[in-house]
T-cell receptor, first 113, second 115 residues
């Protein structure tokens, strides 16, 4: 069965430090890949997506992600974290257009000043 | 509209009562999805529609859950005889027709509290 793994439940970084959130997927082909962010009590906001082409994708709020086929990974990065980035981050995949999103369990990011 | 609109924001029901949630997708979007986010923040897919037709219902607990997307009306998710474990936030998402984009846009959710 298709699955998404986010191995880190919580991550704490200092403001201004760099960030990397890990995501691995299990699927026989290359899925569509997404990162969403959820602030407390809010819905999901799309940060970035990968469908094909350049494996390094840029998103909103200064985030980027790199798709590595050999590792079945799609890790999210930001060079300098801001206190407002504190939220929960979800990696998700779609196998075919129109299909459901399969989510990872999420990573809660805490930012310390 | 330009955003997915979900109503109500919060719904409180006694165990055994009925709950009905509504979702107005973004205008022009032909796919609608319902997800359930439970206490551990995990997302569970429930059902999806392509226009008014059920596209995928593999996640629906069919004995108590039902959903519809009728023309010119908000989509709805109904839970008959709610149970304590139905307490969750229910999210609706919509996306464009095939070939026009593959991004699901989410509403703000409806928090269902079953007491």
């Amino acid at each position: 069965a298709q699955s998404v793994t986010q191995p880190d439940i919580h991550i704490t970084v200092s403001e201004g430090a760099s960030l990397e959130l890990r995501c691995n997927y299990s699927y026989g082909a290359t899925p569509y890949l997404f990162w969403y962010v959820q602030s407390p009590g809010q819905g999901l906001q799309l940060l970035l997506k990968y469908f094909s082409g350049d494996t390094l994708v840029q998103g909103i709020k200064g985030f980027e992600a790199e798709f590595k086929r050999s590792q079945s990974s799609f890790n999210l990065r930001k060079p300098s974290v801001h206190w407002s980035d504190a939220a929960e981050y979800f990696c998700a995949i779609i196998m075919e257009y129109g299909n459901k999103l399969v989510f990872g369990a999420g990573t809660i990011l805490r930012v310390k000043s | 509209g330009e955003e997915v609109a979900q109503t109500p924001k919060h719904l409180v029901r006694g165990e055994g009562q009925k709950a009905k949630l509504y979702c107005a997708p973004i205008k022009g979007h032909s796919y609608v999805f319902w997800y359930q986010q439970v206490l551990k923040n995990e997302f569970k897919f429930l059902i999806s529609f392509q226009n008014e037709n059920v596209f995928d219902e593999t996640g629906m607990p069919k004995e108590r859950f039902s959903a519809k997307c009728l023309p010119n009306s908000p989509c709805s998710l109904e839970i008959q005889a709610t149970k304590l474990e139905d307490s969750a936030v229910y999210f609706c998402a919509s996306s464009l027709p095939v070939g026009q984009g593959d991004i699901q846009y989410f509403g703000a959710g409806t928090r269902l509290s079953v007491l």
